[in-house]
């Protein structure tokens, strides 16, 4: 849609993703993204950290059972979505807004991580692979290099 606000978030989960349903069965996923920069001085020589954004984000459907059962807490990601932004009032009267990412796309970082990809099967999360398999990994990406008969693009 014209005029929305996309972004592209790089940071770690605070937490596992929490997934809910809601009352029609309809699956969302809420999870917080932790971005700190970092910056070299030059005058002391080493690396100092910025101010953290953390941003809360948000999945639905099937991408949100997906998201769930891939990403922990403290994984590293890369997500864009649109940024949106919600207007509330506190018990006490005062009017605050609040900014969240509506995810439209999210991956685990592979700079100081290697992931191993599995594809959904007709709608449903990806499964561990079977324990007598010896190439499974913990952590949700658990089938090795492979992409079977398809075409890794």
Do not use: C
């Amino acid at each position: 849609m014209a005029g929305e606000t996309i972004v592209t978030v790089v940071g770690n989960l605070t937490s596992d993703p929490e997934l809910r349903y809601t009352q029609s069965g309809l699956a969302v996923a809420n999870f917080t993204i932790a971005s700190t920069p970092r910056n070299f001085d030059r005058q002391s020589n080493e690396w100092k950290d910025g101010e953290a954004l953390f941003l809360r984000a948000s999945v639905w459907r099937e991408f949100a059972e997906h998201v769930a059962g891939s990403l922990h807490k403290g994984a590293r990601v890369v997500a864009t979505g649109r940024l949106v932004q919600n207007a509330y009032e506190t018990k006490e009267g005062e009017k605050r807004t609040s900014m969240e990412l509506e995810v439209d796309e999210i991956g685990p970082s592979l700079r100081y991580a290697t992931a191993q990809i599995v594809k959904a099967q007709g709608g449903q999360r990806p499964s561990a692979a079977a324990p007598s398999d010896p190439a499974a990994e913990p952590g949700g990406w658990n089938v090795p290099g492979s992409f079977g008969d398809d075409t890794p693009f």
